[in-house]
T-cell receptor, first 113, second 116 residues
């Protein structure tokens, strides 16, 4: 089982600030996905990155996959209260023979108005 | 937009009772997953189905948990008897090959189980 470490575990910032969340592993992933989860709801897929060095943008969110496909980052510009939630990264374990995701423990983000 | 359906959304049960959760994946998704998520943690896989067959149930506590997907469409996860430590969010997901060329998982809203 490949392990994913997310940092920081908790983050509380003021509205309008920028932030970066990290997802690291010692193993290589075929792809990596980022989810956002609100309390009492299921995770919602934000993005899938596949190629080493790939950068994807989703409005104020920028996702980057490391060149070696072992790590990823999520940068949020000018955070809004609506960005509050648990951000989860998940790596594709398809090298094990069937498509499975290994999840990090998440970063709990609070954006204060 | 197609979604994964789960019911019930909330369930409160007493320990030693039986409880069941239902999931209907996105139409056409052959692979279905059940996860358990402790508050503030990432989801942990319990069981994976490909059509009606179990692909991986290595993390399913088989003395009390069972899962089935008889016709390869909807699925049921059962706990009998429930224990206090089973209190968690139970998530169902289904997957398909996305436009990025990688498989992507889509989650339902979950069932929040509280065992008293």
């Amino acid at each position: 089982t490949q392990l994913l470490e997310q940092s920081p575990q908790f983050l509380s910032i003021q509205e309008g600030e920028n932030l970066t969340v990290y997802c690291n592993s010692s193993s290589v992933f075929s792809s990596l996905q980022w989810y956002r989860q609100e309390p009492g709801e299921g995770p919602v897929l934000l993005v899938t990155v596949v190629t080493g060095g790939e950068v994807k943008k989703l409005k104020r969110l920028t996702f980057q996959f490391g060149d070696a496909r072992k790590d990823s980052s999520l940068h949020i510009t000018a955070a809004q209260p609506g960005d509050t939630g648990l951000y989860l990264c998940a790596g594709d374990d398809s090298g094990a023979g069937s498509y499975q995701l290994t999840f990090g423990k998440g970063t709990k983000l609070s954006v204060i108005p | 937009e197609a979604e994964v359906a789960q019911s019930p959304r909330y369930k409160i049960t007493e320990k030693s009772q039986a409880v069941a959760f239902w999931c209907d994946p996105i139409s056409g998704h052959a692979t279905l997953y059940w996860y358990r998520q402790i508050l503030g943690q990432g989801p942990e896989l319990l069981v994976q189905f490909q059509d009606e067959s179990v692909v991986d149930d290595s993390q399913l506590p088989k003395d009390r948990f069972s899962a089935e997907r008889l016709k390869g469409v909807d699925s049921t996860l059962k706990i009998q008897p429930a224990e206090l430590g089973d209190s968690a969010m139970y998530l169902c997901a289904s997957s398909f090959l996305g436009p990025s060329g990688a498989y992507e998982q889509y989650f339902g809203p979950g069932t929040r189980l509280t065992v008293t």
